[in-house]
């Protein structure tokens, strides 16, 4: 009886371990499958603005993807979640008030080709 | 007659034993874990860092100082190296699941083919590194030049750091140190290994495939 009982528990670990094997593939699968749209949207939508922002959303999707599933971040403890999404979200706080500084959004040197400087500006490393 | 008395495990005000390790920790976390968790974070701003300078900087070419970087991209085969490194973050979470339930040969399996992805991804780097400096895009060329290799540096390193801590991780399970009871070592360098992935995500998107 009791060596029924620990084949069946035995059985259910290993139903369980394979069932999360299985999401682990199918969400390998799903960014695979995101990964080939970003890659090919350039080429097949003419859309400037819409792709720009279809792009980030895929890349911002398969970001959390990642770090649910995959990191585990959508099981654990709340402490570590809030711990690098802190992280994340002061790098993206100070970043874009970096570039905002530097005028990159409301400059042209941003998302569009831009001003580079004149032809006969000094070399970057000048010789010797 | 004395009496003994057994302290009362102490519970939910933060002090827990954390399974696996048998000490007390005060936010009832493993403080390697956590440890990982907080690095990862300050990550975010290095390389936050990185990827918006080379943002300021890409355009800044003259046309005297060499090509853009954005010029002489091969993006079907960037496209490929992301493929590969997306596939070595599948490999890693399975080598953690199979470390956890104890099946040490598959994690060895997992282990060593996670590493062999990453060692690929930077083959392709390299490989690509060659082809931008014989395009006319050294390291010194112009600004965006040196800001891309300087963002693409570091994430490679990083990478190569992930597949030291892998295959150290494969000669440990090989010499039978490697058991389920440090299942959370494994997870600790999965959490790398994936932010690995997860910059890459972002420099993919940003640096390669936003511009064209």
């Known amino acids: ?128 | 007659m004395t009496a003994t008395t057994e302290a009362a495990p102490l519970e939910s005000e933060g002090h827990e034993e954390t399974p696996g390790h048998g000490h007390l920790t005060s936010t009832g976390l493993s403080n390697e874990k956590l440890a990982m968790w907080v690095f990862l974070g300050s990550e975010c701003l290095l390389f936050g860092g990185l990827v918006s300078t080379y943002l300021l900087y890409r355009n800044r070419v003259p046309a005297s100082q060499g090509p853009k970087v954005s010029d002489i991209f091969d993006i079907p085969f960037t496209s490929v190296s992301s493929f590969v490194l997306l596939m070595s973050s599948l490999t890693m979470v399975l080598a953690v699941a199979a470390i956890r339930r104890g099946d040490e040969h598959r994690t060895r399996t997992w282990l060593v083919t996670t590493a062999l992805l990453g060692a690929t991804f930077i083959a392709g780097q390299i490989y690509e590194f060659t082809v931008f400096f014989r395009e006319g895009l050294g390291f010194t060329t112009n600004l965006g030049g040196s800001a891309f290799y300087g963002l693409t540096g570091f994430h490679g390193v990083h990478v190569s750091l992930g597949i030291v801590m892998l295959l150290s991780l494969f000669a440990l399970s090989a010499r039978g140190k490697l058991g389920p009871e440090r299942a959370e070592t494994v997870d600790i360098i999965g959490l790398y290994w994936h932010f690995v992935d997860v910059v890459w995500i972002v420099i993919f998107t940003v640096i390669y495939l936003i511009p064209i």
């Not at chain 1, 369980?16 to 749209?37: C, E, P, Q």
């Not at chain 1, 939508?45 to 890349?59: I, N, S």
């Open chain 1, 1 to 128: 009886m009791s060596t029924a009982v620990a084949s069946h528990h035995d059985s259910i670990d290993i139903d369980h371990d394979s069932h999360h094997d299985l999401l682990y593939v199918k969400v390998a699968a799903i960014l695979a499958i995101i990964t080939a749209a970003e890659v090919s949207l350039p080429y097949i939508a003419d859309v400037e603005g819409a792709v720009l922002v279809a792009m980030l959303v895929m890349m911002a999707v398969k970001f959390f993807m990642v770090g649910a599933y995959f990191m585990h971040l959508k099981d654990d403890a709340n402490l570590l979640r809030r711990v690098f999404i802190g992280g994340l979200a002061l790098a993206g706080v100070v970043y874009l008030a970096a570039l905002a500084a530097f005028a990159w959004f409301s400059d042209s040197n941003g998302l569009n080709e831009g001003t580079p400087p004149p032809a006969d500006a000094p070399p970057l490393f000048p010789e010797g």
